[in-house]
């Protein structure tokens, strides 16, 4: 890989022949476990200036209409997120001088917080190519990682390094971009024919979130402004406000605004038409004929890739983490291949064409908990080589885990045409179903309804498609083991059990999170310098000593981290959640004002006051403390330096995911307490 220096530039054609494509990855690392900051991108012409407000990318307009630019959104990694974007170089308008890559954050969190900045890109085929490592940023709250820019005909990357301290805000005004401080909100219901949204871009509730500023003097020296996010239209993407060809009159596009954006659900559900309860409404993708496992994998292939054909936003966001271009995309089913003396059919192909260029993957999908056969995928990606198609994407209910691969494959290293191998979860389809056609909005109302059809099918017992749903032949010895002491360290089925526990939170959070439409993430707690193996062994080793699996998950706009520990020996589920104490005000005011927050929370939520210095302070349950919140303050005047608020529920035993299977419990208890704990405290 070439390493970069600040200041220092690369040309991506030197580096790999599949820069048609590439994708920018940022990440960090946080010692705390709640670090976090949002990419943002701006297209800027020769003059150093946007052309409109169009040209600036956020989490409030994350896609490009022309495919140029798709932020993919945050991954975990083992201390900290990567925060990646696709870019598709060919669309990119050819007066665009130059790309900036930057991040920002917020509520006064500043770039100096976090640890082992690092910008990488790789091509088309999933290869990393280039890296830039970032040392000292300073107290800065928004920071410009590289660029990629032209020269003549060529793409070129700069490690750029630069700070400013006026957030987001500030570094976007510094551009050309006109941000606009008022915070009106609008609110419009889910989309479908029977809700009768009109047929344009689904429009957004936009809650306040943040004050803006003025411009810094010039791109290089520091602004001078408060951090903040700006505020977004609303609308599912700004309008562009580029000349008219007749030079007439035109009207002006709303400002950016950075406050998040999310489709509100119906208030009140319609009134069906159906004589009683057991009228089942009419389905376009039906579930009942399906009767093997043959049966559910062709039809959940066919109706997952013509949905993916006919609603180009869809399409996009699972393509484009791929290398896969914009353009008009086309798919096909039970397609056969020649391969030696017998053919092969791979369940689906995705083919986008543009330019006159084709961008083809094999699509091999499971259902259930089938698993993936190496021979299998090695004969496609055999194929896919042989043939010139750019990827492989493998579809099933398991969830991959960085440096762990579900499938390994030999890649022969003689052969010039690479071919990429990804991994999609149905777990991860239905995340992006819900997070389109729930709060980000899609192209019109019919897309919104076909998406809720795909998101039913999914959802469906039947169907197939319902995410991690087993955690392995090594759980119920491993439980055995715990229960009689016989497990000891190093023993490989623990390692087997943490890996499951990984992909189960990581489900969790996609499911959490379509609900939401707020990055939830899992924290993943590592040493400084340590890989993910090394972290799954220092947890398997804990596993066999307290005989207790734990988690912890970042949740967009919720104050502290939401944790989950599964005590194995006790048979309980603890789901919690730490928060702090409040600068201002008495204590005896911290702890009436937190009771009247949680007003309408269970009675048995546990309460233990944090104190400094010590173990813990005063604890009891809300059923107690409710009328006498001064038994909360500890007696020998210790400094309070926050709250822990904890619910337990019984643990399932089964492996599976049965309703008194563990998987279920984990998804109800981390549901559970959010809805009737944590959600109560962002209010």
């Known amino acids: 890989m070439y390493e970069l220096t600040k200041g220092a530039n690369v040309g991506l054609a030197a580096l790999s022949e599949s820069t048609d494509a590439v994708i920018v990855a940022l990440d960090w690392t946080s010692p705390s ?103 000292d940023t300073g107290s800065v709250s928004a920071f410009i990682f590289g660029e990629i820019y032209r020269r003549g005909p060529e793409w070129k990357l700069r490690a750029v390094g630069q700070g400013y301290a006026t957030g987001l805000a500030g570094l976007a005004t510094d551009f050309g971009v006109d941000i606009d401080d008022d915070a009106a909100t609008e609110e419009v219901p889910e989309g479908g024919p029977s ?66 954006k999310k489709v509100t659900l119906p208030k009140v559900a319609k009134k069906s038409l159906a004589e009683n309860d057991s009228w089942k409404g009419a389905r376009l993708f039906p579930v009942s004929v399906l009767k093997s496992d043959r049966d559910r994998e062709t039809r959940a292939t ?56 084709l961008w083809t993957a094999l699509v091999e999908t499971k259902t259930n908990g089938n698993a993936l056969k190496a021979d299998q995928v090695q004969a496609y990606m055999d194929i896919a080589a042989r043939r010139g198609y750019e990827a492989v ?47 980000e909005g899609v192209g019109n109302a019919a897309h919104a309804w076909l998406l809720q059809e795909l998101l039913h099918y999914l959802q469906h017992e039947n169907s197939g498609c319902h995410g991690f749903q087993n955690m392995g032949a090594a759980w119920v010895p491993v439980r055995k083991g715990i229960d009689d002491e016989t497990l000891c360290q190093g023993d490989s089925r623990t390692l ?24 939830v993430l899992p924290v993943q707690r590592a040493r400084r310098g340590s890989g993910p193996a090394e972290r799954r062994s220092r947890l398997a080793d804990q596993l066999c000593l307290e005989g207790r699996l734990h988690a912890e998950m970042r949740i967009e706009d919720t104050p502290g981290v939401l944790a989950i520990t599964a005590d194995l ?18 204590p005896l005011t911290w702890v009436k004002r937190l009771v009247r927050r949680l007003s309408d929370a269970p009675a048995d939520l546990h309460i233990e006051t944090l104190v400094e210095g010590e173990a813990g302070g005063p604890r009891g349950t809300l059923e107690r403390l ?36 563990f998987i279920r419990s984990v998804d109800d208890a981390v549901h559970r307490f959010h809805a009737l704990v944590a959600a109560q405290l962002a209010h």
Request: proline residues 7%; contains cysteine; glycine residues 12%.
């Open 626 to 661: 409710r009328p006498e919140p001064a038994d909360m303050l500890p007696k020998n005047g210790a400094r309070i330096t926050g709250f822990r608020l904890s619910l337990f529920k019984g643990m399932g035993s089964g492996r599976g995911n049965a309703e008194t299977g």
């Open 393 to 439: 994407i493998t579809l099933s209910n398991d969830v991959a885990l960085e440096g762990s691969p579900l499938v390994d494959v030999k890649v022969d290293g003689r052969r010039k045409h690479k071919v990429a191998l990804w991994h999609l979860s149905w777990a991860e389809v239905a995340h992006q179903a819900q997070m389109l056609i729930r709060h």
């Open 302 to 357: 066919s109706v997952l890739l013509s949905v993916m054909a006919q609603i180009p936003e869809f399409g996009r966001r699972l393509t484009a983490a791929f290398g896969a271009p914009a353009g008009r995309m086309e798919t096909f089913a039970e397609v056969q291949l020649p391969h030696g003396e017998t053919p092969r059919r791979p369940d689906g192909v995705i083919r986008v064409e543009r330019a006159g260029k």
């Open 33 to 135: 476990g709640e670090g976090d900051a949002d990419v943002s991108v701006l297209l800027l012409t020769a003059d150093g200036k946007v052309r409109d407000d169009g040209d600036f990318y956020f989490y409030n307009n994350p896609v490009a209409a022309d495919g140029s630019v798709q932020l993919l959104g945050k991954t975990p990694t083992g201390g900290g997120d990567k925060d990646r974007i696709s870019f598709d170089l060919t669309a990119v308008p050819p007066d665009i001088d130059r790309i900036v890559v930057a991040a920002s954050r917020y509520g006064g969190a500043h770039f100096g917080e976090l640890d082992d900045l690092r910008l990488t890109l790789a091509d088309g085929s999933g290869e990393e190519l280039v890296r830039f490592t970032i040392g």
């Open 195 to 260: 809700e009768e949204l009109p047929s344009d871009t689904v429009t957004a509730e936009l809650p306040v979130r943040a004050a803006t500023g003025q411009a810094a003097a010039a791109p290089d020296a520091e602004a001078l402004v408060a951090d903040g996010r700006p505020t977004v239209s609303p609308q599912a993407i700004p309008t562009p406000r580029r000349p008219d060809a007749d030079g007439g009159p035109k009207k002006a596009a709303p400002r950016p605004r950075t406050a998040k």
């Open 569 to 586: 020996r006790t048979g309980k589920l603890r789901t919690s959640i730490d928060i702090p104490a409040p600068a201002q005000g008495s």
């Open 496 to 519: 087997e059990v943490v890996e499951s526990w990984e992909r189960l939170i990581r489900q969790v959070c996609l499911g959490l999170g379509g609900e939401l439409g707020q990055k």
